[in-house]
């Protein structure tokens, strides 16, 4: 490798904050706040979704109510539909 044109590439700790998660791996991101993590000073990254709140891993996926939605839409709207106005 050519020396100072690739970035620095070392561990991160990646932290999902509502489940506790916290997945050490290595990557190129490291401007995130330093941790310490069993001694030693990591960079980590917080993330919102991971495996353990993530719908499709955990089965507790929510149904959209698109009928419903559709039946709101008209009942705001289709008002302005039926009321076009004549052509001269």
Request: aromatic share 10%.
């Amino acid at each position: 490798m050519k020396k100072d044109i690739h970035p620095k590439y070392d561990w991160v700790l990646y932290r999902c904050p509502s489940t506790g998660t916290e997945i050490l791996t290595r990557s190129t991101k490291m401007d995130g706040p330093k941790m310490n993590y069993k001694g030693q000073e990591i960079p980590s990254v917080s993330i919102e979704i991971c495996s353990d709140n993530h719908p499709f891993y955990t089965g507790k996926s929510g149904l959209v109510d698109t009928a419903g939605r559709a039946d709101a839409f008209n009942k705001r709207f289709g008002a302005l539909r039926a009321k076009k106005p004549a052509a001269k």
